[in-house]
């Protein structure tokens, strides 16, 4: 859940990245920022979501099924945004 402290504020962003094996460079799998990553548009400073405020989004992980050691990481890039809550 995330949302933007007024309708002209930046917006933050989260990155999805996925490693495998030993291996130490992280591979972009998607990124969510702007219309895409805000779940409301009820937009307020201290940002805490209310039950209707959450969204859920899917990400494919079918392509990776096979990799070894699979390691999955959210990166949340700050623009002087809101809270972001990962559920």
Not at 51 to 56: D, F, G, K, M, P
Not at 61 to 75: G, H, Y
Not at 78 to 86: E, R, V
């Amino acid at each position: 859940a995330y949302t933007l402290k007024s309708s002209v504020a930046l917006s933050d962003s989260v990155v999805i990245s996925y490693v495998s094996g030993c291996g130490t460079q992280w591979v972009p799998l998607t990124t969510f920022n702007g219309s895409n990553f805000y779940s409301t548009t009820n937009y307020r400073d201290n940002f805490i979501p209310q039950e209707n405020e959450w969204a859920t989004t899917e990400v494919s992980l079918t392509s990776l099924t096979q990799l070894p050691a699979l390691r999955i990481r959210f990166e949340v890039y700050s623009k002087g945004g809101n809270s972001f809550y990962l559920d």
